[in-house]
T-cell receptor, first 114, second 111 residues
Framework: DQQVKQNSPSLSVQEGRISILNCDYT??????FLWYKKYPAEGPTFLIS?????DKNEDGRFTVFLNKSAKHLSLHIVPSQPGDSAVYFC?????????????FGSGTRLSIRP | SQTIHQWPATLVQPVGSPLSLECTVE??????LYWYRQAAGRGLQLLFY??????ISSEVPQNLSASRPQDRQFILSSKKLLLSDSGFYLC??????????FGQGTRLTVV
């Protein structure tokens, strides 16, 4: 039972264009959402997050949008740069989950082509 | 600041051999610690978590086990490795439901 789903395993975007990574969730109790970036052979690093009381959070080139009614969030990267090539994980958490669990999606591999 | 140490970075083990991966956290006390696995083509699967010494919760039935012998130490073990145990193992510290800090990971290849 996947509570957090990233249906696109990979995405290729031209350098300078916008990258849009999508994520869907099923648990309506989730109230906090995070995006992590992972390079090969390294641990994931935090990128950006959003609380369920907001519908948008922006940090430089990265913006996360949340549509609670659709249980959908997306990460926009603009403009895309070569260093953005990595695997991106969407994650969600609930204040009602035990032991501070954060549930991760399956990841989307983003490739930025020149 | 908090630091998560995880070792070894890479490991190649034959089928049927034992496994021990260690994770230690510095700069905090009584941390909530987690083991995740990233298998080929799959996401980050939560394997175990621990809220304190000797307290282990398992998320999925499997060939692995975990132990928390000390406050800031979390160990992932197996008595006999299977080919399907291959993957990238990550230790994480979650201070709250809104933050997760990961170690550098261990690439395990079972041959």
């Amino acid at each position: 039972d996947q509570q957090v789903k990233q249906n696109s395993p990979s995405l290729s975007v031209q350098e300078g264009r916008i990258s849009i990574l999508n994520c869907d969730y099923t648990n309506s109790m989730f109230d906090y959402f995070l995006w992590y970036k992972k390079y090969p052979a390294e641990g994931p690093t935090f990128l950006i997050s959003i609380s369920s009381i907001k519908d948008k959070n922006e940090d430089g080139r990265f913006t996360v949008f949340l549509n609670k009614s659709a249980k959908h969030l997306s990460l926009h990267i603009v403009p895309s740069q070569p260093g953005d090539s990595a695997v991106y994980f969407c994650a969600a958490s609930s204040p009602y989950s035990s032991a501070s669990k954060i549930i991760f999606g399956s990841g989307t591999r983003l490739s930025i082509r020149p | 600041s908090q630091t998560i140490h995880q070792w070894p970075a890479t490991l190649v083990q034959p089928v049927g051999s034992p496994l021990s991966l260690e994770c230690t956290v510095e700069g905090t006390s009584n941390p909530n610690l987690y083991w995740y696995r990233q298998a080929a083509g799959r996401g980050l699967q939560l394997l175990f978590y621990s809220v304190g010494i000797g307290q282990i919760s398992s998320e999925v039935p499997q060939n692995l086990s975990a132990s928390r012998p000390q406050d800031r130490q979390f160990i992932l073990s197996s008595k006999k490795l299977l080919l399907s145990d291959s993957g990238f193992y990550l230790c994480a510290w979650l201070p709250r439901t809104t933050e997760a800090f990961f170690g550098q990971g261990t690439r395990l290849t079972v041959v």
